[in-house]
């Protein structure tokens, strides 16, 4: 659990007397309130995380859209005369086999049942093309928000800001932000034609216009809390950030100034609840706290329903065991994207030996589910590797091995990087976010030999930034998907208990 480095006893006295320090001149109705409900990076979880269940030791999981729904409407529910908005901070798709399966629609039609009022572009919204998303876009009742992003020849069903202004309510003012690595962190070829300007250009030169018309001004974020930081260190007139891409579970809000900045975890495990009232014409945060969407709060029973249907339908014939796994494979962010990890050691083992490559590079975020210790199903393994990415074998000089090593190294550790990468027929150590050094495992890397390298299709054409990837001489895409790799190692007895040995280490070297 992210732990917010300011004390809680501090935040606790600002929230509840600091004022929204942007409206000294407005003039909200006395007495008038509204309450803001969040939650991100949902990644198609319409049923309960039980992968979650496993980390966390809740028996039946963390999480479900119906248990969501069903507290959005007891929140309504209390006083129907205060305006309740429902937002969702990016990362709509990707991570479950009905995510992959049925391209999110379920999800945005659910969304709509939930009445959910505005949601922001996060980088996952390209995963399965352009056009899955404007599709998306099409069958929602919300508008998705990005003030940043472009698209050339043909413009995407976004916009850059919402106002609400509705009877006897402040006046909300809600501006997307979606990070730059909308381009690198999905495929190459999902981004072509994809343009993306700089967050804090963009909110400087919006924010005042929106300042001017409403009470409270609001970014819907996904661009992770340090750039939410930056953002806010920058613009000192935004009110509040609704930050996603992390997937960090800020109990209580960060405070950069007298900005505020909350996010609520992934999948939703947690809902967000701020409310807000109108005291001599000046909006006050009068309350703040994350909701825990566990066994003990209830679902929505029509919700329910519509969810099971949609997932038994989704993994029909996924239940079967294909064999077991000695140890615990885990995705966690937390292990996999910060160094060196069992289940990146695993696949990168696999790959180099069913290719006889010398080295294989696999970027951490193509892990997207852990595997615990036990039986193994279909499902377990598609959940774990829903991209569909396939293995390529190509040549790279040593002076491009050790590029993109460089590169893998100059990534912030603490924003749980997706590019981070996982390593077999190789070592290096990362010291102070450099390159301290690197070897093959039986020698040093020579600059100027060519090297028989494995990686996934998504890293060959350059993606998470790795454009000398791209000048892999002699490609052959192998037509081996990654997730057939685990299935047919498991499934012909290989023993899948991985060990750290050291391949990647952070320190000096």
């Not at 010398?358 to 970027?363: E, G, R």
């Amino acid at each position: 659990m992210f732990v917010p480095t300011v004390r809680l006893t501090r935040l606790l006295a600002c929230l509840l007397s600091l004022l929204i320090h942007g409206v000294a001149d407005a003039d909200c109705r006395t007495g008038a309130t509204v309450t803001l409900l969040h939650f991100n990076d949902f990644h198609g979880q319409l049923e309960p995380d039980t992968d979650a269940a496993s980390a966390t030791g809740h028996p039946v999981g963390l999480g479900g859209l119906a248990r969501l729904a069903a507290t959005v409407a007891r929140v309504r529910a209390e006083n129907p005369d205060r305006p309740v908005l429902l937002l969702f901070a990016g990362d709509l798709l990707q991570g479950t086999v009905s995510s992959s399966l049925f391209l999110g629609i379920p999800d945005v039609i659910l969304f709509n049942r939930m009445g959910v009022d505005a949601a922001v572009m996060g980088n996952h919204e390209f995963d399965y093309g352009q056009d899955v998303f404007r599709r998306l876009a099409g069958q929602a009742d919300f508008p998705f928000l990005s003030a940043n992003i472009q698209t050339h020849p043909e413009p995407l069903p976004v916009q850059p800001s919402l106002v609400i202004d509705r009877p006897d309510s402040p006046t909300v003012a809600l501006l997307g932000l979606t990070t730059p690595e909308l381009t690198t962190a999905t495929h190459p070829r999902n981004a072509v034609g994809v343009s993306v300007e700089d967050p804090v250009t963009v909110a400087r030169r919006l924010v005042p216009e929106l300042r001017e018309q409403a009470d409270l001004v609001v970014v819907l974020s996904h661009l992770g809390l340090t750039d939410d930081r930056r953002l806010a260190q920058a613009i000192p007139e935004i009110d509040l950030i609704v930050g996603g891409h992390n997937h960090f579970v800020l109990e209580q809000p960060v405070l950069e100034g007298d900005v505020v900045i909350v996010q609520a975890g992934e999948r939703g495990h947690w809902l967000g609840r701020l409310d807000l009232a109108c005291r001599e014409g000046r909006l006050e945060r009068t309350a703040y706290r994350l909701l825990p969407m566990d066994a003990s709060v209830p679902e929505d029973p029509e919700m329910a329903t519509e969810v099971a249907r949609i997932v038994a339908e989704a993994e029909s014939g996924l239940a079967e065991e294909i064999g077991m796994a000695a140890v615990d494979l885990s995705a966690r962010r937390e292990d996999i994207r910060r160094g060196e990890a069992v289940f990146g050691n695993l696949m990168a083992d696999l790959a180099r030996e069913v290719t006889l490559a010398d080295v294989a590079l696999f970027n951490a975020g193509g892990f997207r589910a852990s595997i615990p210790a036990g039986p193994v199903t279909l499902k377990q393994v598609y959940q774990a590797f829903p991209f569909r990415n396939e293995l390529v074998v190509g040549q790279l000089t040593g002076a491009q091995l050790i590029a993109a090593l460089q590169r893998s190294a100059a990534f912030d550790p603490e924003d749980n990087p997706g590019g981070l990468l996982q390593v077999s027929g190789l070592r290096y150590v990362i010291a102070d976010r450099r390159l301290a050094s690197a070897s093959l495992q039986d020698g040093p890397i020579d600059p100027e030999r060519l090297y028989q390298v494995v990686m996934p299709d998504f890293l060959a054409a350059g993606g998470d930034g790795y454009a000398m990837l791209t000048e892999m001489t002699a490609p052959v895409m192998t037509g081996r998907l990654i997730s057939d790799l685990l299935i047919d190692a498991i499934r012909h007895g290989k023993t899948i208990a991985p060990v750290l040995d050291g391949r990647i280490r952070r320190g000096s070297p």
